[in-house]
Antibody
Framework: QLQLQESGPGLVKPSETLSLTCTVS??????????WGWIRQPPGKGLEWIGS???????FYNPSLKSRLTISVDTSKNQFSLMLSSVTAADTAVYYC????????????WGQGTLVTVSS | EIVLTQSPGTLSLSPGERATLSCRAS???????LAWYQQKPGQAPRLLIY???SRATGIPDRFSGSESGTDFTLTISRLEPEDFAVYYC?????????FGQGTKVEIK
């Protein structure tokens, strides 16, 4: 059974960089059938796609976040990571890592999510 | 980007009743690339429907999806107690993929 687990600081100061890692178990991140992505959800609000990465390193970013965003993959550790720079309170959200189908991008597996609060 | 508008915002129904949730796209969603997710409090979303009308693995057949032009519908034929949750639609026909704002199905 595939599992995804987010890890990283739960509190980040304004103007600093938010960093999260997703560890994939029960399956290989090298699969050619999937992308790996990040989605966030501000408290009490809806879902926003942040970006996705293929095992080869090809990335796809939400234009609204692109200037602050880096997503990377480490196939040797079966992990992928998110870095979002210059954060503000508006970046406070539950961050989910997820598996997306290659081609049609429905999201078939989600991590449990981790709350990241931006506050001094 | 494609904007998805879900209605109603909240649906108050009793167990056993039929639920009809709407998702309207601001432009054409090609190849029926639309999905529906269910989210319960404190949990990650769960994929219910993909390709507008295909049920994901393990999803009961009381859940069904349909489309008519830019209008998409999720129908729950008979609500079970575990179906009370928030439902989101997602289009993945054009980048960036976008989500609707959600419909909450609550117990009446």
């Amino acid at each position: 059974q595939l599992q995804l687990q987010e890890s990283g600081p739960g509190l980040v100061k304004p103007s600093e960089t938010l960093s999260l890692t997703c560890t994939v178990s029960g399956g290989s991140i090298r699969s050619t059938s999937y992308y790996w992505g990040w989605i966030r959800q501000p408290p009490g609000k809806g879902l926003e796609w942040i970006g996705s990465i293929y095992y080869s390193g090809s990335t796809f970013y939400n234009p609204s976040l692109k200037s602050r965003l880096t997503i990377s993959v480490d196939t040797s550790k079966n992990q992928f990571s998110l870095m979002l720079s210059s954060v503000t309170a508006a970046d406070t959200a539950v961050y989910y890592c997820a598996r997306l189908m290659y081609g049609p991008n429905e999201i078939d597996y989600w991590g449990q999510g981790t709350l990241v609060t931006v506050s001094s | 980007e494609i904007v998805l508008t879900q209605s109603p915002g909240t649906l108050s129904l009793s167990p056993g009743e039929r639920a009809t949730l709407s998702c309207r796209a601001s432009q054409s969603v090609s190849r029926s690339f639309l999905a529906w997710y269910q989210q319960k409090p404190g949990q990650a979303p769960r994929l219910l429907i993909y390709g507008a009308s295909s049920r994901a693995t393990g999803i009961p057949d009381r859940f069904s999806g349909s489309e008519s032009g830019t209008d998409f519908t999720l129908t729950i034929s008979r609500l079970e107690p575990e179906d009370f949750a928030v439902y989101y639609c997602q289009q993945y026909s054009s980048s960036p993929t976008t989500f609707g704002q959600g419909t909450k199905v609550e117990i009446k």
